[in-house]
């Protein structure tokens, strides 16, 4: 299927489209939490960013559908400003049940428009796989209940299909204009990844400090995440939830191609020198020395 083609605006608008699922947050199978869990939940200091971050985004999306001219491509952003709008209201009713301290983080209104648009749906690319690696990571070390964090799950093939919308929709617009060489669009894609980038780190800067838990397990857990473990764990989990959709469709690249690169960086590092290996001759010796004391006796 060609790139900008008619055929290629049916399938990425009508993908998203039927992979919508309606639902009510406060209908979600929500677990009680006590303890520890509660405790590393209320923890985590995003939460009042990643809430207005959702509820800017939702006014934003909703708003610019409405000044799209196609038909199909207006209903589409429609359907996603829908789903931005309850992630918002999601998050707020995490934390309502939860009873986490996340007071109200002011942040001024996107402009609207196409370029704003572009800004915001590479920024959706960027949070996505690092959110992929994050919740992945939390299922395998165990760090929060797995009834909670498939709710988050479903939430994160939300993102998945929005950022394969965005991906497909930018590229149909490049063809269109003429400017969908791979260079062209790669010099582009990773302009627009800056400023997004640019804009996330001055929207945090009000976060407050990780509060000091007495958990440690979980400072255990944390401590041993590596670098090349998060970066492995994202790719893999990117590739499970990008598989999820439609093989025909674009799929994003830069983020994937910039951990994969710096994945083959670190591997390339000398081993760090305060790591203390065993032996590969300590199991034999010990084996050997078994057997010399069965023939003793």
């Known amino acids: 299927m060609r790139v900008g083609t008619p055929e290629h605006r049916e399938l990425f608008c009508r993908t998203f489209i039927e992979t919508h699922v309606a639902f009510e947050p406060e209908e979600l199978p929500w677990p009680d939490l006590q303890g520890v869990d509660l405790a590393r939940l209320r923890a985590f200091p995003f939460w009042r960013y990643a809430r207005s971050i959702e ?11 409405k000044t799209i001219e196609d038909p199909l491509i207006r209903e589409t952003v429609a359907v996603q400003g829908t789903e931005e709008t309850r992630h918002g209201r ?6 309502e049940r939860y009873g986490i301290d996340a007071p109200p983080l002011d942040i001024a209104d996107a402009p609207i428009s196409p370029e704003e648009f572009r800004v915001f749906g590479f ?12 919740i992945a990571l939390a299922r395998e070390k165990k760090i ?15 993102e998945t299909r929005h950022v394969v919308f965005f991906i497909n ?14 260079f062209t669009r790669t010099a582009t894609a990773l302009g627009y990844h800056g400023r997004a980038a640019l804009g996330t780190i001055t ?20 401590a041993g995440i590596t670098p090349l ?10 590739r499970r939830m990008m598989s999820r959709l ?20 670190i591997r390339m590092l000398p081993p760090r020198k305060d790591v203390v290996k065993t032996p590969a001759l300590a199991p034999v010796a010990q084996d050997a020395e078994a057997v010399r004391s069965r023939n003793a006796a």
């Not at 929060?144 to 939300?158: A, K, N, T």
């Not at 945090?204 to 944390?222: G, N, Y």
């Not at 473990?229 to 990117?238: D, K, P, S």
């Open 123 to 134: 920024g959706e690319c960027t949070d996505s796989f690092v959110g992929f690696g994050a």
């Open 203 to 222: 929207g945090a800067t009000d976060l407050p400090p990780m509060p000091e838990l007495d958990d440690p397990d979980l400072k255990e857990i944390v």
């Open 229 to 238: 473990m998060f970066i492995e764990t994202a790719l893999a989990e990117n």
């Open 144 to 158: 929060l209940p797995d009834s909670l964090l498939s709710i988050f799950d479903g939430v994160m093939f939300e």
């Open 90 to 95: 999601l998050m707020e009713h995490v934390i």
């Open 169 to 182: 929709w930018w590229r149909y617009e490049q063809a269109r204009a003429g400017r969908d060489n791979f």
């Open 246 to 265: 439609d093989r025909r469709l674009i799929k994003p690249t830069v983020m994937p191609a910039i951990a994969t690169a710096l994945l083959l960086g």
């Open 55 to 65: 509820q800017r985004a939702g006014r934003m999306v909703t708003a610019f559908a």
